[in-house]
């Protein structure tokens, strides 16, 4: 998760009439591995796609995206989970100390929730929780 393992997995040549491909890892490991797509545009400029994280052959859950980060009122939070799961999630300030703390149901893969944040002072937050037997990653969010 520190950027070590970044590499390129896989190339196409673009086709105009095309307007979705598809590509199997099949070296993928044991745990959370995250996706995008580099596009090079045909004049040049850069584009990249949302990350999109697999949990695969793991019991470990992943914090993916808070976006919008600043948040100003609210932000939609990311997780992708192996299976179905009841999570404590705990919003912590920059001292430590927990904010705000609930349970929330998820299935296995992606889901997405949003996150009221208005009522907060701005400041520097992190989201974490655990299902009880595993932690999830800590993730940093800014209040604006």
Do not use: C
Request: hydrophobic content about 40%; glycine content about 6%; charged content about 15%.
């Amino acid at each position: 998760m520190n950027g070590s393992a970044i590499r390129p997995i896989s190339s196409i040549v673009p086709d105009n009439e095309k307007l979705s491909y598809d590509f199997k890892d099949i070296e993928i490991k044991d745990g959370n591995s995250l996706y995008r797509v580099k596009v090079i545009l045909y004049d040049g400029k850069l584009r990249y796609s949302n990350t999109v994280a697999l949990v695969y052959n793991t019991n470990v859950m992943l914090i993916t995206s808070i976006a919008p980060n600043p948040v100003h009122h609210s932000a939609f939070v990311t997780i992708s989970s192996p299976g179905t799961a009841s999570v404590k999630l705990m919003l912590y300030d920059a001292q430590g100390k927990i904010v705000r703390q609930w349970q929330q149901q998820f299935t296995g893969g992606t889901n997405v929730f949003a996150l009221q944040l208005a009522d907060l002072v701005n400041g520097i937050y992190f989201l974490s929780g655990t299902d009880g037997n595993f932690k999830i990653n800590v993730t940093r969010l800014v209040k604006q």
